[in-house]
């Protein structure tokens, strides 16, 4: 068992331009490695905990950035499994509610918090008997919480409230006829590409070497070759173990593995059309009893309107796009609920992501298991795929401890349910959150770490209240946090820093408005 000693940033969750080089340099000089994890979206950002938290040591590869992928295209709910449980898959259902509480307890609270979901009682709204089977499914979701042993006080139980308080926890909601609603509660992810870095980082500082610009090819079950897309060079490391974590792109890693993508679109409206929501409106899709279309307030000041289930076959575009019939759909079931329809000329962004579902064959996606697997492959690479972004880490606990099963890897037993992210009340870089003058939305997406993101304005010549002010007149983002993803969060371009880094580019005309002072703090962090 090794830990690896990076120089100056050994120990550290740091990373930047400067440490991938490093770390590049390190791995050519010594190309064998314990365990090789392809991909850096969720699922392999936790593998690569995972594992070099068991003390294994761990490359993890990723062609383009961390959370790229499918991780960043979520809902950023953090699931208790009721859908699940409507469907009779108890299994599933009960680990995401498990796993729901990990989070939200222990390893990444400062990133989540509890969202209520309320369902207006609305007379034309709900079908006959509707309103009693949404009942007894959020009573089977509190059942599920408690047997998960998540805190009522975290999670407050279902209930029954009136249209007064409904009004006032989403203020747009269609008002004639409305008899109050009922509301249950989940949990919410500031971001989920947050999460994504918060886990690499977490990795990188317990020793892996997170790579990104880095794609495998030629993978076997004991080797890859490595391209560094931004030079071109290649290296060939030998592994005792690959995990491929490539989600919808895992055929084409192991062409073995055969999967039925399906594509999953939001749109993303002003919050204020909707009154400044602090809950979440949940509304029935007609002629269906178990689908619903959510408006999710989220940060930068706007509401998520989702989601669509759709076949996606052929091949996986880097970016998937969202079709105006699913917008339609979207807006059309919404409006059902609100008090002054929606239009398409409301529509500030959208956008798609394809859910990694296992070919199962027939019947529609929204049917396929969310359950996740891992398979070997003849050439013996290990695949973790399915899931979701909520059951990250038993998928990667699965995932390493087959790798360690089978390659017998020396690696003490997983214990990344007790291990603080970074940001985490717990984790050893973490202080106190500054009590004034320090944005909330700041220390939501910062947590513990809040004091870093200061220093790091501050390194980067933003001195004017620690770097506070906005990346432009009035979007919710500091330069300081700008400054903060080149120095620590190993965004390497304007791009990392819109699309994953901050959430910017949701909204093209946003990304527009800060892109020149990204690119005035992007050259001086990395001159730094
Ligand atoms: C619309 C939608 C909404 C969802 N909402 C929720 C939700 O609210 N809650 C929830 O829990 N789950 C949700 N999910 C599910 C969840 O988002 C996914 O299960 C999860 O993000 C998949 O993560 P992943 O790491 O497996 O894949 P990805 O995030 O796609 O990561 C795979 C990575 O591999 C990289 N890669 C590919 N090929 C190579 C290569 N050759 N070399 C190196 N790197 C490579 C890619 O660039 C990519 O970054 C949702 C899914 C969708 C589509």
Known sequence: MTTPAVGPFAGTSRLNAVRRTLELEALGDAPHVDLLVIGGGVTGAGVALDAASR??????????????????????LVHGGLRYLASGRIKVARESAVERGVLMTRTAPHLIRALPQLVPLLPDLLRPGQGALIRAGFHAGDALRVSAGTPGALLPRMRRIDAARTRRLVPGVRTAGLRGALVAHDGQL???????????????QYGASVLTRVRAEEVTGGSARLVDTLTGRELAVRASAVVNATGVWAGEVDTSITLRPSRGTHVLVDAGMLGNPTAALTVPVPGSTSRFVFALPQQLGRVAIGLTDEDAPGPIPDEPQPTEAELTFLLDTVNAALATALTRADVRGAYAGLRPLIDTGGGSTADISREHAVLESPSGVVTVVGGKLTTYRRMAEDAVDAAVRLRRLPARTCWTARLPLVGAPGHR??????ARGVPASLLARHGGAAHEVLAAGVSVGEPAAGGLAPVAEGLDVTRAEIAYAVTHEGALDVADVLDRRTRLGLVAQDAERARKAVEAILAEGQEG
Do not use: I, M, N, Q
């Not at 294994?56 to 499918?70: I, Q």
């Not at 870089?429 to 500054?434: E, I, K, M, T, V």
């Open 190 to 204: 500031v971001d989920d590409a947050r999460l994504v870095v918060a886990l690499a980082r977490t990795a990188a």
């Open 55 to 76: 003390g294994l040591r761990t490359v993890l590869v990723e062609s383009r950035d961390l959370a790229f992928g499918t991780s960043r295209w979520s809902s950023k």
């Open 429 to 434: 870089d973490s202080r106190p959150l500054p």
